[in-house]
């Protein structure tokens, strides 16, 4: 076992480095790359055989151009699933701090989930309400500016899930009433249509960029855009 203690009169405390040079010589200096390995914890077991394998590892790495009094860097995570002997990445703090679990792929998200990593049915991300407790909000969507807030997906009192979005008056201002609506609601034009990824699936709806035309601040990018 390994105990790191700090005695003083200040805020810090002990602390482990890893450092990483590209230079042969200790005390010389050359600077690293993207994408080199700064340092590395595995948690080895012994299997019946030895103990070279291990469970689990966490791993740092250089994530961009690194320079003078400018590192960045990046944590991945590794578990060896059962029957291998094998690390699998399962997650990754990105230099920019995004996040992707089951992916190294972040989509410029702050958390990038991609729950079939073993080509079986999995989750994404369950939230699970207590049996005798309702109307818990189990995510909530806050104004940066004073945290209020703009929206909340919860628990119902009914044991359903409720999707809620502010409309209050109190947050408008320049309110006038809509002249002609039942005329833009028939310019509306509800579809049938199966998903071109999902053939089997059936759905009713509209068409974005038919709504767009039609109700613009309803609907968010551009039609036959790639992102």
Known sequence: ????RRFGNSAQGAFLTFSKSR?????????VQNGDELGRMAFCADDGTDLLHAGAEIAAF?????GSNDVPGRLSFYTTPD????????????AGGLISMGTTTTANARLFIN????STTQRGITISGRKDVYDVIAINFVHATNNSSA????FTTTAAVQYNTTSDYRLKQDIVTLTD?????????????KWKD???VESDGFLAHEVQTVVPSAITGEKDALD
């Open 1 to 4: 076992s390994l105990a790191l």
């Open 23 to 31: 230079n042969g010589a200790d005390g010389n200096r050359t600077i």
């Open 62 to 66: 250089v994530d961009g151009t690194p």
């Open 83 to 94: 029957g291998s002997a094998t690390l699998s990445e399962r997650m990754r703090i990105g």
């Open 115 to 118: 729950p079939n990593v073993d």
């Open 151 to 154: 929206g909340s997906i919860q």
């Open 181 to 193: 609506s039942i005329t833009r609601l028939k310019q509306l034009n509800p579809v049938h249509f």
């Open 198 to 200: 999902m053939p089997s």
